[in-house]
C-alpha cells in the first residue's frame, strides 16, 4: 500500500504510525481496567455500546475474510489443484476453529516468534547491495495524497479497534505508563514498516506481487521458497485463530448456539474470502478504518474531552 507512493511513502507510513500511538494511549486510558474495554465505559449509552460492538464485529468478520483468503492463495502456490484456493479457505478455517478451542497464549508466543524472524529476514535482506540503482525520488505514482492520507489513517483505525481488547489488557498503572507503552508500540510497528518499505522501494518489479517477500526467497531455491511459504502462512494462521476465538466470545454474548452459531463464524468469512486477498486489502481495509474511526474513536475521544473539560 505505501511503496506504491514512492518518495510520499515515507510520510504515509509516519502518518499511519503516528495515528496507531495515537489511538493506541486514547484506548488505554479510556479504559477503567485491563478488564473493561473502553466503548463499555459508564459515559456511554447501552445503544452505543450495542453499536460500538456491531461495526467492531463486522470489522472482526472482514479481517477474518481477509486471513482465510491470504491462506487460500497461499496454499494455492503450492498445490497444482484447480480449486486448491477453496479446499485451502475452508480448510484453514476448519482449522483455526479447532485451534481456537484451546489454550491462546502459545499462539502469542509463536507470533512473536515469527515477528522476530521476519525482522531478521528483513535485516539479511537491506544487507545485500541492490541489484538496480533505484532512485527513491524518482520512483513516484501519480496518485492523489489527500486520499492516500485519509486510507493511511483508516488502515491505522482499524488495526487499533480490532485489537482493543488485546490494549486494554496491557494498561499500566497510570497514564503517562500508557503513553510509553503506546510509544513502544509506535516505534515498533514504524521500524518495521520503514525496513519493509526501503526493501521495496529497492525492488519496483516486487510490487505487483500479492506478496511480494515471497521473491526475495527466490535465490535461497525450492526450499527457501516453501520455508517462507510456511512462515506466512503460520504468520496468517495465527492471527485467524486469535480472531475466530473472539468472535466465538462475540457470538455467545449475542445468544447464537448451535448450528447457528458455526455458520455464522465460519461462512461470513469465507463468503468474503471470496472476493480474493488483493481485493479486500485494496477496497474494503480503509473504509472499514474511516467506518471505526468515525463511530469508534470519535465518540471516545468526545467523551474523554467532556471528561476533562
Not at 114 to 129: E, R, V
Request: hydrophobic share 50%; net charge positive; proline share 3%.
Amino acid at each position: 500500500f505505501f511503496t506504491r507512493y514512492g518518495i510520499h511513502s515515507w510520510w504515509l507510513i509516519g502518518l499511519s504510525v503516528l495515528t496507531m500511538a495515537l489511538l493506541c494511549s486514547l484506548c488505554l486510558n479510556a479504559s477503567k481496567s485491563s478488564a473493561e474495554l473502553p466503548t463499555h465505559h459508564e459515559c456511554f449509552s447501552s445503544r452505543q455500546q450495542i453499536f460500538f460492538r456491531f461495526i467492531l464485529t463486522s470489522v472482526l468478520f472482514l479481517i477474518a475474510g481477509s486471513m482465510t483468503a491470504a491462506a487460500g492463495n497461499m496454499l494455492a502456490l503450492l498445490i497444482p489443484f484447480r480449486y486448491a484456493y477453496v479446499a485451502g479457505v475452508l480448510g484453514t478455517l476448519c482449522f483455526a476453529w479447532l485451534l481456537s478451542n484451546g489454550n491462546m497464549k502459545p499462539y502469542a508466543w509463536i507470533s512473536v516468534l515469527l515477528t522476530g524472524i521476519f525482522a531478521a529476514f528483513l535485516i539479511w535482506a537491506l544487507t545485500k547491495p541492490a541489484e538496480k540503482n533505484v532512485v527513491v525520488a524518482s520512483i513516484f505514482v501519480e496518485k492523489k495524497m489527500f486520499p492516500a492520507a485519509i486510507s493511511a489513517v483508516g488502515y491505522s483505525s482499524m488495526n487499533i479497534a480490532v485489537s482493543i481488547g488485546i490494549i486494554c489488557r496491557s494498561r499500566g498503572e497510570s497514564q503517562r505508563e500508557n503513553n510509553g507503552l503506546s510509544l513502544l508500540m509506535g516505534i515498533s510497528f514504524g521500524v518495521l514498516l520503514f525496513m519493509s518499505n526501503l526493501l521495496y522501494i529497492r525492488c519496483p518489479e516486487s510490487w505487483e506481487s500479492t506478496f511480494p517477500i515471497l521473491g526475495f526467497l527466490e535465490e535461497g531455491g525450492t526450499g527457501g521458497y516453501l520455508f517462507c511459504v510456511a512462515l506466512l502462512y503460520f504468520a496468517i494462521l495465527t492471527s485467524l485463530v486469535a480472531l475466530v476465538y473472539t468472535l466465538k466470545c462475540d457470538m455467545k454474548m449475542a445468544g447464537l448456539r448451535g448450528g447457528v452459531f458455526s455458520g455464522v463464524i465460519l461462512g461470513i468469512p469465507f463468503v468474503v474470502s471470496l472476493i480474493g486477498f488483493a481485493g479486500i486489502v485494496e477496497y474494503l481495509y480503509a473504509p472499514s478504518g474511516i467506518l471505526c474511526l468515525v463511530f469508534v474513536f470519535l465518540p471516545m475521544i468526545q467523551k474523554q474531552f467532556r471528561k476533562d473539560y
